[in-house]
């Protein structure tokens, strides 16, 4: 990981050629352990978006990181069980199965390892713990019956499993075609002028140091190992109190380790123009201002008016075409509700 | 209305055949003035699902009327914005298209005026007025384009086209094929035994003199017309105090008259086995229970427990057959939100 620091401090980014910005392919990687299957991504597909995975009832995955639209909640930060708010902006789902680590502070290593924190989070889905959870869904019959056929064995309700069925559904949640991605196979008519110029200018200016790779968020590194950034780079300037952007200490917080005090895994370009307000803390409201603030922040320029509007257009380039998908429909529980409201 | 509520008397139930129990249409009366289009029911679902019809973007018309599921939440009484209570618990949105009125005390005479309600209220979806709701649908192109495409004329994004296009998108949800509709068309081996003795059970026992028509909630009356019963009818039962039964006036709340005082619009059965908690509150956790009350408040009857197990027997057969569904891709808005979350 100190390699890569290294590298991407902004001289380097200047000395040498920026990395690659590539096309996306159409399949993210498949773990060894959890191979994908048509049955298990409809389930998946039922967990996530099903409220009954929250101590009330009233939160699904879908809630705050919402497939309809950018995969996420457009919020600063997400409202949980009992209109609690959270501390961090909920990043997209959508392409989250190209990151290498998840949650800004990458401390989970893999989707599988993500979809079981906020299940169990107080303030995000609020189930006291695992054992509630499969206690709750082996009760519904139409579960019960799709993780035997799912997984097998004999005890193929497990939590690991729950979070091995999510995972698999979101990573049918792939947005190709994009405008940059067309123009990167061959359709040059794919990107406007202005959007020509940004694609130029983030590799002048030194963005793609960080947002490089298929996902623009930097390179494919081996799963688990987050690729992560400091964020300001540059302190002191106007915008880290303005937006409020070092009281949380991001990956430290999860480390504690003084090395990792405002490192932060580098999140994703792709639909960015979908997913405001920006940063970990949501504190942005918009793309041009987001621009502006991590050029100053991370490269110690100050772009004109110009620059951050063809940034943008190139950013907009990235918004990705959404796959149709059909509804899922959620197992029935009969005659009772699952969730006890009393 | 006065007919109606005489005729509804148990001793009229007893002296005179019950009202038909009648197969579900496949389609619902449509109003002359919302005509169905392919275009307004997208534009509708859009709706229906989008949380940014809601103050703080958390909740949609989905997250208390989940149409991937029951058409409710499933609770007691809803969470709205804030985490807040809702007064009544959220009856089932499928096939609410054949209510002649809407709300559990029928204070919206139709789809379009129940639509408008909860955008309003300040517990639910919490928009501070109809001019808010315009301003922000009016900034997201998608919206502002389909409007126009869909109404047509000089100002096509308005409340009324608001609450037109999420009444058809309504209109669609219909279950038709349960159990029940296969033996009212001729299968005479869709219903089981106990389901059989239930289906007569309810005519003997009276239920059908209030639960009957297509949708078991009433007669077809004009539009507009709620059918209407007293809730209990019997009072002083061992149910009243436990249940909370009297505490909401019902009717009453709206019409302010004496005669209106636990009058309630009489709900539909169909999907009954999925809507649990019942009744207004939502303090009755299970339909076998439910089916104890009902009989006891409103018929005087104590029924003995095979006769509550082939009542829900019966219950059980009249739900549907869920119509698949593709999932609506929101009007994306771009590089900013839309919600002010700051």
């Not at 959890?34 to 101590?55: E, H, I, T």
């Not at 149709?324 to 009969?334: F, G, I, S, V």
Request: hydrophobic content about 35%; some cysteine.
């Amino acid at each position: 990981m100190m390699l890569f620091r290294y590298l991407l401090i902004s001289s380097w980014v200047l000395a040498f050629p920026a990395m690659a910005m590539e096309a996306l392919p159409d399949k993210p990687p498949i773990p060894d352990d959890n191979p994908m299957s048509d049955q298990k991504v409809a389930l998946g597909k039922q967990l996530f978006f099903d409220p009954r995975l929250s101590v009330d009832g009233t939160i699904s995955c879908n809630s705050c990181h919402n497939v309809m639209s950018s995969g996420t909640d457009n919020r600063s930060v997400s409202v949980g069980v009992k209109g609690q708010k959270g501390g961090r902006s909920a990043p997209t789902v959508w392409n989250a199965a190209f990151l290498t680590a998840q949650f800004w502070d990458g401390r989970a290593a893999t989707l599988e390892d993500q979809a079981k924190g906020p299940v169990l989070n107080p303030v995000e889905m609020g189930m006291p713990n695992e054992k509630a959870v499969i206690d709750r869904l082996s009760t519904i019959p139409g579960y019960k019956e799709q993780f035997k056929a799912v997984f097998g064995g004999k005890d193929p309700l497990t939590y690991d499993n729950v979070a091995k069925a999510i995972a698999a559904y979101e990573r049918t949640l792939i947005t190709p075609d994009s405008p940059f991605d067309r123009y990167k196979r061959g359709d040059k008519k794919a990107l406007s002028g202005a959007a020509e110029r940004g694609m130029k200018l983030v590799d002048e200016v030194g963005c793609t140091g960080c947002h490089n790779g298929v996902n623009f968020a930097g390179p494919s590194l081996p799963m688990g190992q987050g690729f992560y950034q400091k964020f300001p780079t540059f302190s002191g300037t106007e915008y880290e109190k303005k937006y409020d952007l070092v009281a949380d200490m991001g990956r430290y917080e999860v480390t504690k380790d003084d090395s990792d005090k405002h490192m932060w895994r580098v999140p994703t370009w792709r639909n960015v123009a979908l997913t405001a307000p920006y940063f970990h803390n949501g504190s942005v409201a918009t793309l041009d201002e987001a621009v502006r603030v991590m050029a100053k922040t991370q490269l110690n320029k100050t772009l004109d008016e110009d620059q951050v509007n063809d940034i943008v257009a190139f950013l907009n380039s990235l918004t990705g075409e959404f796959p149709e998908q059909t509804m899922p429909r959620l197992p029935d529980y009969m005659n009772a509700s699952v969730v006890d409201t009393h």
